[in-house]
């Protein structure tokens, strides 16, 4: 059981340093760490939106804002007539619940989001 618990918090570690790997790359790419979002707005309930960028690069899932028991319902309102296989969901917040994070994360692995590379 141990074990388990340990492989479950390594797998999270990871997740999120990969997570705050690919925000400092966009911040790099972009100039800003805010990527075009007012920084109020990372104080408000989390959005999401999709970021098209075409021709550069393929498009991007935002979600900006602290996470709250209504956040992972919400994503499973955007993600519901969308084709998100494979797509990267960029992550620009200031906190929030942590259930309710992890609650996100598996929303996100479920909709077929793929993990930042890095």
């Known amino acids: 059981m141990r074990a388990r618990w340990t492989t479950r918090v ?6 999120a340093t990969e997570c705050i790997a690919l925000l400092g790359l966009v911040a790099v790419l972009s100039g800003s760490a805010y990527a075009g979002v007012a920084p109020e707005e990372r104080k408000l309930p ?5 970021v ?31 084709q998100l ?21 598996r929303r996100f692995r479920g909709s077929g989001c793929r993990r930042p590379s890095g």
């Open 46 to 50: 989390m959005k999401f939106s999709w």
């Open 10 to 15: 390594w797998i999270l570690l990871s997740a």
């Open 85 to 105: 296989t494979g797509e990267t969901v960029v992550l620009d917040s200031s906190g929030g619940s942590v259930n309710d994070s992890i609650a996100l994360g």
């Open 52 to 82: 098209d960028c075409r021709p550069n690069c393929r498009g991007w899932v935002s979600a900006v804002g602290i996470v709250t028991a209504e956040t992972p319902r919400d994503f499973d309102d955007f993600a519901r007539d969308r």
